[in-house]
Nanobody, 123 residues
Framework: QVQLVESGGGLVQAGASLRLSCAAS????????MAWFRQAPGKEREFVAR????????DYADSVKDRFTISRDNTKNMVFLQMNSLKPEDTAVYYC????????????????WGQGTQVTVSS
């Protein structure tokens, strides 16, 4: 089993930046694809970003491309999401996920999940 704990969320104004962190324990961290998803009130959980085990490849949702950056530090068993130029529509609970698959659909279905961290962006 893998346990994930997110942190770094907060209340910020539009245009501000936040860096989310996800600490993992259990399993072999470098063997997992790591991803960030988010869920806004009344909406379905949506994909935000993913990164391969080595960190060599990344992918982003169009809505956050060029604003968010996912990274990982396998020596610390951590994954990060740097969020710049935040918009009110970025407001959501952000979840860290660990999966043995790089497919977004498989990550959404079968990954381990953290408890989430709230990001609120005011206009």
């Amino acid at each position: 089993q893998v346990q994930l704990v997110e942190s770094g969320g907060g209340l910020v104004q539009a245009g501000a930046s936040l860096r989310l962190s996800c600490a993992a324990s259990g399993g072999t961290f470098s063997s997992y694809v790591m991803a960030w998803f988010r869920q806004a009130p009344g909406k379905e959980r949506e994909f935000v970003a993913r990164i391969t085990g080595s960190g060599a490849s990344t992918d982003y949702a169009d809505s956050v491309k060029d604003r968010f950056t996912i990274s990982r530090d396998n020596t610390k068993n951590m994954v990060f999401l740097q969020m710049n130029s935040l918009k009110p529509e970025d407001t959501a609970v952000y979840y860290c996920a660990a999966s043995r698959s790089y497919l977004i659909s498989a990550i959404a279905r079968t990954s381990y999940w953290g408890q989430g961290t709230q990001v609120t962006v005011s206009s």
